[in-house]
Antibody, heavy 118, light 110 residues
Framework: QVQLVQSGSELKEPGASVKVSCKAS????????MNWVRQAPGQGLEWMGW????????TYAQGFTGRFVFSLDTSVSTAYLQISSLEAEDTAVYYC???????????WGQGTLVTVSS | NFMLTQPHSVSESPGKTVTISCTRT????????VQWYQQRPGSSPTAVIY?????PSGVPDRFSGSIDSSSNSASLTISGLKTEDEADYYC?????????FGGGTKLTVL
């Protein structure tokens, strides 16, 4: 069965960087897009962008350019989200979600809580 | 760019039927598929409706989705409400360059 397993919670100081992983299994990794979604505490879902797992080309949503980087390691079927120069406002749960070509996010990771605090 | 607007909260009694709306501002609701996700506290979102009205495997037929072009909105209807349906529900759609989620609706079953 399709599974997306994300790395564990992170506590970081302001100004640091964090890298969240999302390991896929149960399907051909390069056949589906990988999306990233942010959920701040008590807030709704916010699409951050996606990465083409075939070409490695990332697309970032408005508000997620500059400090946010999507990357892949197709040899281990894993997608990564790196955030640099962390700010308190980056405190959130970050989800990876597999995207079907009709726009449907059919499988989600369990989420990774990133807490930014001094 | 476009927006999806949902009511902040709805409540209904067990056994009743509730409908959650999702209104698109900017572009036609019918031009791109709409999905609905259920998110229980502390859990990841899971789809209950995809491609406007399709149910993923395992989702009971108490859940249904529809599109109304006249009001430019999508709706999620849950019939025979159960206490386990209490959750946040998000609509989701896209255009050529963006994926957009509605703000979410908290469903209370009391």
């Amino acid at each position: 069965q399709v599974q997306l397993v994300q790395s564990g919670s992170e506590l970081k100081e302001p100004g640091a960087s964090v890298k969240v992983s999302c390991k896929a299994s149960g399907y051909t990794f390069t056949s589906y897009a990988m999306n990233w979604v942010r959920q701040a505490p008590g807030q709704g879902l916010e699409w951050m962008g996606w990465i083409n797992t075939n070409t490695g080309n990332p697309t970032y949503a408005q508000g997620f350019t500059g400090r946010f980087v999507f990357s892949l390691d197709t040899s281990v079927s894993t997608a990564y989200l790196q955030i640099s120069s962390l700010e308190a406002e980056d405190t959130a749960v970050y989800y990876c979600a597999r995207g079907v070509n009709t726009g449907y996010f059919d499988s989600w990771g369990q989420g990774t809580l990133v807490t930014v605090s001094s | 760019n476009f927006m999806l607007t949902q009511p902040h909260s709805v409540s209904e009694s067990p056994g009743k039927t509730v409908t959650i709306s999702c209104t698109r501002t900017g572009g036609s609701i019918a031009s791109n598929y709409v999905q609905w996700y259920q998110q229980r506290p502390g859990s990841s979102p899971t789809a209950v409706i995809y491609e406007d009205k399709q149910r993923p495997s395992g989702v009971p037929d108490r859940f249904s989705g529809s599109i109304d072009s006249s009001s430019n909105s999508a709706s999620l209807t849950i019939s025979g409400l159960k206490t386990e349906d209490e959750a946040d529900y998000y609509c989701h759609s896209y255009d050529s360059s963006n994926q957009v989620f509605g703000g979410g609706t908290k469903l209370t079953v009391l």
